[in-house]
């Protein structure tokens, strides 16, 4: 059994395993199982019907939903920082970012996808996971996301600090074999160990490299820069055959191009997307932990991600938000559009 809180929910049983916001009251929430073949899709509500203070507070005001099955689709979060090496907070990331998430709506109108038109999607809550020892939450992580994923749906992570991509990408690879991988982000994240610990946020991909869980000729890494204690710090990722894509080559430009050739180099085989929220400047990005200036923007972050659009994404990712550094909101109202476009182009979402 999938071992799930719901994300400052108050819980109660309803059909189909779903827990029912004040919301879904209206005539405008439906069931969330695609079980009964004439079932219509969630659909978040429309404020001009329910006010956004109304409901239980799950991603866009969506149905939580205990069990993925039925699901195409669905928002999960892992409210983990224990693997962070700087500032803490990421934990209650995935609550802050539902709470900004309230202000988002069913169709993206300058891309054309109806994602909520396509698909049948939910929010899961969040793993259960242990905040006393890092290795026996990647356990948890890695065993909720095989039962996720099992069942055919994608799961959108809500994090967490990068640590949990390590234990997801376990999953992932188990069902689908080595994937490739869209990796947003100021640093590569492939160190080999700090105190004498393999695992942490700055190691997640040379583990993944290890358990050849990656298909190195398709990971892309986008948006690294900052200080290092050497001077080739990209010599790993290279060696691997990453495509490491700086920062300051991304100054002043469009990404559109840079996107058309990472969609060939992806072909038709199985991505994975992992976006830490650092990957964007601290200008526009403050909650975070391990911040570094001279970053992407939010308009570069959006060009990337919808030049994922035809590509098969099998799940995705939006880790590092640490609300007490972002006093306002914005950094987890920008990572809640972004968890909204990368739903936006998952493989079946209709575009018009």
């Not at 039962?147 to 967490?160: D, E, F, N, Q, S």
């Not at 600090?161 to 689908?176: E, G, N, R, S, W």
């Not at 080739?232 to 290279?238: F, L, N, T």
Request: aromatic share 6%; with cysteine.
């Amino acid at each position: 059994m999938l071992r799930l809180l719901a994300s400052r929910c108050a819980r109660g049983p309803g059909a189909g395993g779903v827990v029912r916001s004040a919301a879904m009251l209206c005539d405008h929430r439906r069931s969330s199982s695609r079980q009964a073949s004439d079932a219509p899709p969630n659909q978040p509500p429309s404020s001009e019907f329910v006010a956004r203070p109304v409901g239980v507070c799950s991603m866009m005001r969506l149905p939580v939903q205990t069990s993925p099955e039925g699901l195409d689709a669905a928002f999960v979060g892992v409210p983990l920082d224990i693997g962070t090496s700087n500032r803490p907070g990421a934990r209650f990331g995935p609550r802050r970012i539902r709470e900004e998430s309230v202000l988002l709506r069913t169709i993206n109108p300058s891309t054309g996808a109806l994602p909520f038109q396509s698909l049948m999607v939910a929010d899961l809550g969040d793993v259960n996971v242990n905040l006393y020892n890092l290795q026996d939450s990647c356990r948890l992580i890695r065993e909720a996301y095989q039962k996720i994923v099992a069942t055919g749906c994608v799961p959108l992570t809500l994090g967490g600090d990068h640590t949990i991509t390590y234990p997801i990408l376990q999953a992932m690879a188990k069902k689908h074999g080595p994937v490739g991988l869209l990796h947003v982000d100021a640093h590569t994240d492939t160190a080999d160990k700090a105190l004498g610990e393999k695992i942490y946020h700055g190691t997640p991909f040379r583990r993944c490299v290890d358990e050849k869980l990656l298909d190195c000729k398709r990971v892309v890494q986008i948006g690294i820069r900052g200080s290092s204690m050497t001077l080739d710090p990209y010599r790993y990722s290279r060696s691997q055959g990453f495509r490491v894509v700086l920062a300051e080559d991304c100054w002043m430009k469009s990404l559109v191009p840079l996107m058309a050739e990472v969609r060939q180099q992806m072909g038709g085989k199985p991505i994975y997307i992992s976006f830490d929220i650092d990957g964007l400047d601290p200008a526009y990005a403050p909650g975070t932990g391990t911040p570094e200036i001279a970053g992407l923007t939010p308009s570069q972050a959006l060009e990337i991600i919808r030049g994922c659009q035809g590509l098969n994404v099998v799940g995705c990712d939006l880790v590092e938000v640490s609300p007490p550094y972002d006093p306002f909101g914005n950094t987890a109202l920008l990572a809640a559009n972004l968890l909204f476009e990368m739903l936006c182009v998952l493989p079946k979402v209709r575009v018009i």
